[in-house]
């Protein structure tokens, strides 16, 4: 079955420090997406790509996010500077089409200290 | 605000027993609606797509819907010791591309 693939699964970094978190979607998947889940807490959209820019997004997604579909596999999630407050468990997703469900990575747990 | 409610329980069944879980909606323009399964430490995975009022069935699993009281549910029949995980409601967010607002999930313990 297709998947999603995330790396690196754990990623511990310094306050202030930058981090990629790097994603492979699905290959026919058009849409794809950035979650993360704070320990505990609600999985919370961050972002969602369709036609090589940003569809969506939510507040959580401020200046200090951005997101890249460097090339025709890869979609990337870029933290400039990260906080205390960022430690969360990242999740990318894609989708074939609207409307359908989503088909999640393994995820990547961010540790920042 | 948008959003996605859940009783977080945790809803403890005997093994054999039909669980079901509830979740509420507060967006009526949502048009589609999913559950996914999340065991600890892992992502969350698809189990049920449901877009029309009624019910839907795949295997042991039953969505129902009902747009008019903005309510959906999941029945699992025969429940197993292997369904002890976490249940997310998710709702699509109208004229907000493909986003999904997920509730806060029912924990679910199946007993043996």
């Known amino acids: 079955e297709p998947e999603v693939t995330q790396t690196p699964s754990h990623q511990v970094t310094q306050m202030g420090q930058e981090v990629i978190l790097r994603c492979v979607p699905i290959s026919n998947h058009l849409y794809f997406y950035w979650y993360r889940q704070i320990l505990g807490q609600k999985v919370e959209f961050l972002v969602s790509f369709y036609n090589n820019e940003i569809s969506e997004k939510s507040e959580i997604f401020d200046d200090q996010f951005s997101v890249e579909r460097p090339d025709g596999s890869n979609f990337t999630l870029k933290i400039r500077s990260t906080k205390l407050e960022d430690s969360a468990m990242y999740f990318c997703?894609?989708?074939?089409?609207?409307?359908?469900?989503?088909?999640f990575g393994s995820g990547t747990r961010l540790t920042v200290v | 605000q948008k959003e996605v409610e859940q009783n977080s329980g945790p809803l403890s069944v005997p093994e054999g027993a039909i669980a079901s879980l509830n979740c509420t909606y507060s967006d009526r323009g949502s048009q589609s609606f999913f559950w996914y399964r999340q065991y600890s430490g892992k992502s969350p995975e698809l189990i049920m797509s449901?877009?029309?009022?009624g019910d839907k069935e795949d295997g042991r699993f039953t969505a129902q819907l009902n747009k008019a009281s903005q309510y959906v549910s999941l029945l699992i029949r025969d429940s197993q010791p292997s369904d002890s995980a976490t249940y997310l409601c998710?709702?699509?967010?109208?004229?907000?591309?493909?986003?999904?607002?997920f509730g806060g999930g029912t924990r679910l313990m199946v007993k043996p």
């Open positions: 997703a894609s989708s074939g089409d609207l409307g359908y469900g989503y088909t």
């Open positions: 449901i877009y029309s009022n």
């Open positions: 998710a709702v699509n967010r109208p004229n907000a591309g493909n986003m999904l607002t």
